[in-house]
C-alpha cells in the first residue's frame, strides 16, 4: 500500500520522465525531485581559495560521527558527461592548441565564483588512452606514467578490461575525454554544464569542441540523520526491493561508503606520491594527477534484500568476520582494525565457502606495511590507497542523448576510483573477483568459488567500462597539446 504522499511523488517523478525528450543537455529531470525532497547538508561556501593542482579533491569535506565512525559527506550531486573530439573540426596541431587555450579558458571561467568545498564546484577532466594515440601519438610514450625500472616499458595507465565476473555484454568504451561535476547544489552543477556544452551565447562555450557520448547523474544521498534520498528516489521510481532500502542509509545497498578511513587520505591517489608506483615524483609532467576508472553498475536491489537477511547482507559487503551488527546498522568499521589478512580470507573461502567484498579488496587496496611518502610523510599500514566515488543513479545513462536521458526506473551505481596507476585498480577489482593478489585464485579447488559468487558481485553487473588519465590542473586542457611542433 502507498501513501498519499509516495503517490504524489511517484506522479511527480514519472511527470518528469515523460517530458525528458524536450530537455537539454542541462536538465536534472527526474533529479530535480531532490530538491523538493531536501536531504542535503547546509554547508557554507567559502570564499573561493587558489585551488590545488589534485582536480580529483575536494576542500574541507565534511566529517560527522555515526555508530562510532568517522564518515565524510561527499557533495550530492555527481554528474559524469563522456565525450569524444567532434568530428566537424580537422584537429591539426594549430586546431588541438587553440582548442586547449579556448577549454582552460572556459573551465577557469564557470569554476571562478564558487569555492573547491562540496558547496561551491569542483571539477574533473579526465583523458582515455584513445585521446593519447590519436592527437598525441609521437609524444604520450614518453610522457604518460610509467611503472619505474620495469624492462620493457610498462605503463601506469592501461585501457580498461572485462573482469572474470563481467559478461562479454560488457562495454569497453573509447571517449577522448570525461568533465565530471560534483556539487551540493543542483544548479550549480546545471548552471557549469549549459555554459560549457549548451548555451552558445555563453563565454565558456565548448561544445562545439566534442560530440557527448554520455551524461550520467547521480546522487550520494545523505542518510544517517536525514531521510535516505536513495530509498526516497527509488520508492517513487517503483524499483522493486526499495521499501527494504533502510531509512538511514546512504546508498541503495544499505551501507556507508565514506567511512574515512577506508578512503586514501589527502594525495595518496596522485602518480607521484607513493615511492616506486610511477615515474612521476618528482617533476613529471602529470605529477599531482592520478589514473581514474569510471564504470556503470546496475544494482538488483530486489534479489540483495529479498534473499538475504541483514546479517548474511553484512558478512557479504564485509567480511565473513564482521561482528553481527545491531539491526539498522547502516555504517560498519572499515579501517585498519578490521584488514583482513591473505590467511584469514583463505580460510573463510574453503572452511566457509564465503568472501566478503572488503576483506578482498583489501588485500588489494590497503598498505601492507608503513611507508614514508615522496613527500616525507609516514603514511601507516593499513590506510587506503584508492580515493572512490560510488553514487546512485535510476536511470540508463546509455539511452541518452542531448535531448533527455533513458528509463529512470533502472537502480544502479555510477562507480569512480582515483589510484595511482590503473594496474592497482585491476589488481583490486581482480581480488574482488577472488584472483588475490599472491596469485592465489578462490575460483578454483579447494575454495571453488564462482566470481559471480564472491562478495556482492551476483547483485551487481558491470554495463560500460573505461579508463581515464587525470592530469594535475595545469595540464588539465588537450595535455601534451602545448608540446606539439
Given at each position: 500500500?502507498?501513501?498519499p504522499d509516495h503517490e504524489t511523488t511517484r506522479r511527480e517523478l514519472l511527470r518528469r520522465t515523460a517530458t525528458l525528450s524536450l530537455a537539454a543537455i542541462s536538465a536534472r529531470g527526474v533529479y530535480e525531485v531532490l530538491e523538493e525532497l531536501g536531504g542535503g547538508p547546509a554547508r557554507a561556501a567559502a570564499a573561493p581559495p587558489r585551488r590545488r593542482q589534485e582536480q580529483y579533491l575536494v576542500d574541507n569535506v565534511e566529517i560527522i560521527l555515526d555508530n562510532g565512525v568517522t564518515v565524510a559527506i561527499p557533495p550530492l550531486y555527481n554528474d559524469v558527461i563522456t565525450a569524444r573530439l567532434t568530428t566537424r573540426t580537422t584537429w591539426t596541431v594549430t586546431a588541438l592548441k587553440k582548442a586547449k587555450t579556448r577549454v582552460e579558458t572556459a573551465l577557469a571561467a564557470v569554476e571562478a565564483p564558487y569555492s573547491s568545498n562540496a558547496a561551491g564546484l569542483t571539477m574533473v577532466v579526465g583523458w582515455g588512452l584513445p585521446f593519447f594515440r590519436t592527437f598525441?601519438?609521437?609524444?604520450?610514450?614518453?610522457?604518460?606514467?610509467?611503472?619505474?625500472?620495469?624492462?620493457?616499458?610498462?605503463y601506469a595507465v592501461l585501457d580498461a578490461i572485462r573482469f572474470p565476473s563481467d559478461d562479454a555484454s560488457t562495454v569497453l568504451e573509447d571517449n577522448h575525454v570525461m568533465f565530471k561535476f560534483r556539487s551540493d547544489s543542483s544548479a550549480i552543477v546545471s548552471g557549469a554544464e549549459r555554459a560549457l556544452f549548451e548555451d552558445q551565447n555563453s563565454k565558456a562555450y565548448?561544445?562545439?569542441?566534442?560530440?557527448?557520448?554520455?551524461?550520467r547523474i547521480g546522487?550520494?544521498?545523505r542518510g544517517f540523520d536525514k531521510p535516505s534520498i536513495g530509498r526516497t528516489l527509488a520508492?517513487?521510481?517503483?524499483?522493486?526491493?526499495?521499501?527494504?532500502?533502510?531509512d538511514r542509509a546512504q546508498l541503495m545497498m544499505g551501507f556507508t561508503s565514506t567511512q574515512t578511513q577506508a578512503l586514501a587520505p589527502d594525495n595518496i591517489p596522485s602518480f607521484e606520491t607513493l615511492p616506486g608506483v610511477t615515474d612521476q615524483w618528482p617533476s613529471g609532467y602529470f605529477a599531482a594527477g592520478c589514473a581514474?576508472?569510471?564504470?556503470?553498475?546496475?544494482?538488483?536491489?530486489?534479489?540483495?534484500?529479498?534473499?538475504?537477511?541483514?546479517?548474511?547482507?553484512t558478512k557479504r559487503m564485509f567480511s565473513p568476520r564482521t561482528p553481527d551488527q545491531a539491526a539498522g546498522t547502516v555504517t560498519v568499521p572499515n579501517g585498519p582494525a578490521q584488514v583482513a589478512s591473505l590467511t584469514e580470507v583463505k580460510q573463510d573461502a574453503a572452511n566457509l565457502h564465503q568472501s566478503g567484498h572488503n576483506s578482498l579488496l583489501q588485500l588489494a587496496t590497503?598498505?601492507?606495511a608503513d611507508v614514508t611518502d615522496n613527500y616525507g610523510r609516514v603514511r601507516t599500514k593499513g590506510a587506503a590507497v584508492p580515493l572512490r566515488e560510488d553514487f546512485n543513479t535510476l536511470?540508463?545513462?546509455?539511452?541518452?542523448?542531448?535531448?533527455?536521458?533513458?528509463?529512470?526506473?533502472?537502480?544502479?551505481?555510477?562507480?569512480?576510483?582515483?589510484?595511482?596507476?590503473?594496474h592497482l585498480f585491476h589488481r583490486a577489482r581482480l581480488a574482488m573477483d577472488g584472483v588475490l593478489p599472491d596469485g592465489t585464485d578462490l575460483r578454483q579447488a579447494p575454495y571453488s568459488i564462482a566470481a559471480r559468487d564472491s562478495g556482492i558481485n551476483a547483485m551487481m553487473r558491470a554495463s560500460h567500462r573505461q579508463n581515464y588519465v587525470i592530469p594535475p590542473r595545469r595540464n588539465r586542457s588537450f595535455p601534451l597539446a602545448e608540446l606539439l611542433t
Open positions: 500500500m502507498t501513501t598525441v601519438p609521437s609524444l604520450w610514450p614518453a610522457y604518460l606514467p610509467a611503472i619505474p625500472g620495469a624492462d620493457p616499458r610498462q565548448i561544445g562545439d569542441l566534442f560530440d557527448l557520448t554520455s551524461k546522487f550520494l544521498g520508492l517513487a521510481a517503483g524499483v522493486p526491493g526499495a521499501g527494504s532500502i533502510p581514474m576508472h569510471l564504470s556503470h553498475l546496475y544494482l538488483d536491489i530486489d534479489t540483495w534484500y529479498r534473499s538475504l537477511d541483514f546479517s548474511t547482507r590497503r598498505l601492507g536511470d540508463d545513462p546509455f539511452s541518452w542523448a542531448p535531448g533527455g536521458v533513458g528509463p529512470a526506473d533502472k537502480p544502479g551505481l555510477h562507480f569512480v576510483a582515483f589510484v595511482p596507476g590503473h
